[in-house]
């Protein structure tokens, strides 16, 4: 899953997503009181009822994970996890086995993505996986497993209802046709889910609001047949604003992602003191291979796009876009060397990146007694100045989840309480 080994190193403080949870879990207690169907599914042992919580852990926990962090959040009390397409919800379902010495049944995994394959039906059957259920494709292919189904035992699956995405999910209108084709097959729905567009605007009261007015008509509907159906709408910023859900919908599951891993997902906006508690737990550094100077009038890199004004000092991280630092930085990136911010000059390269030093110095921090090479830290870092990754995502132009996603791609380290590392 990740690069050949490079100089880029990741550090995720698994502490701060045990705090960003269990800070969670003490604003949402109110939300977690829906019933669970008291028999149990292939593999799988349902709780008497359901959480507050369902982290995700999709797509490698954001790149912090998905086993790190799954096995981290269940000491804390989770019990259900979001993974992502049903191969990695197996993934997941396998470390946790090794994690809990085989004993992890009675956590539960839902696959976002659900069924894509044939041979999905029988990886949910064997490794206890709720699939998510969002088009009539997925349907035919459980009619085309009715009779593995029948020897296995009813599916426990997740309904996926639009209620304005508009990506995957059963439209209202499609609901009638939908009840009556799964009381045709050996399933057992336990959750329906929806996904919110835009909570984390500066509208998102209003926008939760529409969304979960449409989800209870859903709901509604569905519960004619099974009426211990779980609901779950809230993503992060559903989390901060759960009791505009449940207002509409009653208790519920919350779905926290970025959240859980620190990001405020009202950053820049008039909702940002809900998200400001919670504690980045991703870090990214390289080292500096080498400092030098420029003369006034030289230049630095390809394409020579920056020249030294006056004579200055340079610093060389060894980190690139084949490290996920995109080449988009040039000549605006940022890095945080010894509590300084610096900025990157030049173009960014495959294994390296220069960077400005003045701010250090007339030599740019040299001759100060460190032992081995200097750190610049991408992405957060022991100081004050350390960079958040809503930070890097607005230099970048994007969002903090591509950021996570794409630098947690590179070798992870998990320092442990006493200092140690464990590497993944």
Not at 189 to 211: E, I, K, Y
Request: proline share 7%; net charge neutral; hydrophobic share 40%.
């Amino acid at each position: 899953m990740h690069h050949a080994p490079c100089l880029a190193r990741v550090r995720i403080d698994l502490a701060a997503i045990r705090a960003n949870y269990r800070l969670l879990a003490r604003q949402t207690p109110q939300h977690s009181e829906q019933p669970c169907p008291s028999e149990s599914g292939p593999s799988l042992l349902l709780p008497a009822r359901w959480p507050a919580l369902m982290p995700v852990v999709k797509a490698d926990a954001y790149g912090h994970g998905h086993i790190q962090v799954a096995s981290a959040l269940r000491e804390e009390g989770a019990t259900w996890f979001a993974s992502g397409a049903v191969q990695e919800a197996a993934l997941l379902r396998e470390g946790l086995d090794r994690d809990a010495a085989g004993k992890s049944k009675e956590t539960g995994i839902v696959s976002l993505l659900g069924l894509v394959g044939p041979e999905d039906v029988g990886l949910c059957l064997a490794r206890g996986i709720v699939p998510l259920l969002h088009c009539p494709e997925q349907l035919h292919l459980l009619e085309g497993a009715k009779d593995l189904l029948a020897a296995k035992g009813a599916l426990p699956v997740a309904i996926k209802c639009n209620t304005g995405m508009s990506r995957l999910g059963f439209n209202e209108d499609e609901l009638s046709l939908l009840r009556e084709r799964l009381r045709q097959l050996p399933v057992r729905p336990v959750l329906a889910l929806s996904h919110l567009h835009s909570a984390d605007s500066a509208d998102g009261r209003a926008q939760v609001r529409t969304q979960a007015g449409v989800f209870a008509r859903v709901l509604a509907a569905l519960r004619q047949d099974w009426p211990h159906l779980a609901a779950s709408l809230g993503n992060s910023a559903g989390t901060l604003l759960a009791e505009e859900i449940t207002a509409l919908i009653g208790p519920h599951l919350c779905r926290p992602g970025l959240i859980l891993y620190g990001c405020n997902p009202f950053y820049g906006t008039a909702l940002e003191d809900l998200g400001r508690a919670f504690t980045p737990a991703m870090s990214v550094y390289a080292p500096l291979l080498a400092t030098r100077r420029l003369a006034a009038g030289e230049g630095i890199g390809y394409g020579h796009i920056f020249t030294a004004k006056q004579a200055m000092p340079v610093g060389i991280v060894g980190a690139g876009y084949a490290d996920c630092y995109p080449r988009f930085f040039s000549n605006r990136g940022l890095f945080c060397i010894e509590g300084v911010r610096v900025p990157v000059i030049g173009r960014v390269a495959m294994q390296m990146t220069a960077v400005d030093l003045s701010a250090l110095g007339p030599e740019g921090g040299k001759g100060r007694g460190q032992s081995g090479p200097r750190t610049a830290w991408m992405l957060g870092g022991p100081y004050p100045e350390a960079l958040r990754p809503e930070e890097v995502a607005a230099l970048w132009g994007s969002i903090p989840y591509e950021v996570l996603c794409l630098l947690g791609r590179n070798e992870r380290e998990y320092p442990s309480a006493q200092g140690n590392r464990m590497k993944n």
